[in-house]
């Protein structure tokens, strides 16, 4: 299995606009963080978790040429501004509609968005068009399994997802935007062997894990490798990473994990 961090930063991005603070002035190319999704490869099948505005750039930085389906984890404009991009791998499948899961919040946030892409297929060569479903419990594939739980996040629940891989049998956890997580979801993430997790900044916020709240999860969890994402310019990479416990480390845009 292969996961690539597509984008690691908070809904405003680092840098941010009019902010010459010492991490959006940094030159240690961690601290320059695109909004937070990844691409996970489970023996071959490419499964994209979110969009970010800069979703386009993205993939082309990272070399991203096939989708196999969608997941958007829940409606904010920092997950979803980028699916229009996602006509690319329309035309890839001959014009066919990505199927995308998600949560009936989300679903109903890429209808009000995207009203010209619900269909099976575009409407021109070139288009966008997605076939909405939502996300099962327990979505079963020839190359493994990707279960799901909710995530409470402010006034909407978020998708936790694990991606189990059949040939190798390695497990990896994607839970973010949240502000806590579920006993459900903790049990469900031990086990695994790479998790992420939500850890907006050292300060508290009222919708998503703070890094101290992130890392008592972490513990509770117990994986050999964390890694916190949706970071904001309170954290600089560097020197914050130095005071995090053993097997605990910041994400960062283009990081590629092999399990």
Avoid at 46 to 65: G, K, S
Avoid at 208 to 218: F, K, L, R, Y
């Amino acid at each position: 299995m292969e996961v690539i961090f597509m984008g690691t930063g908070t809904s405003q991005g680092v840098p941010m606009i009019a902010c010459d603070c010492a991490v959006c002035t940094s030159e240690d190319p961690r601290n320059q963080r695109t909004r937070a999704s990844v691409h996970v490869v489970m023996d071959g099948l490419h499964v994209q978790v979110d969009a970010a505005p800069e979703f386009r750039l993205q993939c082309v930085r990272e070399n991203i040429r096939t989708m196999d389906f969608f997941i958007l984890t829940h409606g904010h404009a920092d997950h979803t501004a980028g699916m229009d991009d996602l006509r690319r791998f329309c035309d890839q499948k001959g014009g066919e509609a990505i199927t995308v899961y998600s949560t009936e919040e989300g679903m109903a946030r890429v209808l009000a968005v995207f009203p010209y892409a619900i269909a099976e297929r575009p409407i021109s060569k070139g288009y966008a068009a997605f076939k909405l479903i939502p996300m099962p419990a327990v979505l079963e594939l020839p190359q493994g399994t990707i279960q799901s739980t909710l995530l409470p996040h402010g006034g909407l629940n978020t998708l936790g997802l694990i991606f189990t891989e059949r040939s190798s049998g390695r497990k990896f956890v994607y839970y973010t935007d949240n502000k806590r997580l579920t006993h459900e979801a903790i049990a469900m993430a031990r086990s695994a062997d790479a998790v992420v997790l939500d850890g907006l900044r050292p300060q508290p916020h009222p919708t998503h894990m703070s890094i101290p709240e992130a890392i008592a999860a972490a513990g509770e969890i117990g994986a050999p490798q964390t890694w916190l994402t949706h970071l904001t310019h309170y954290t600089d990479h560097g020197p914050a990473e130095t005071g995090l416990p053993d097997g605990i480390k910041f994400a960062y845009d283009g990081l590629r994990l092999k399990l």
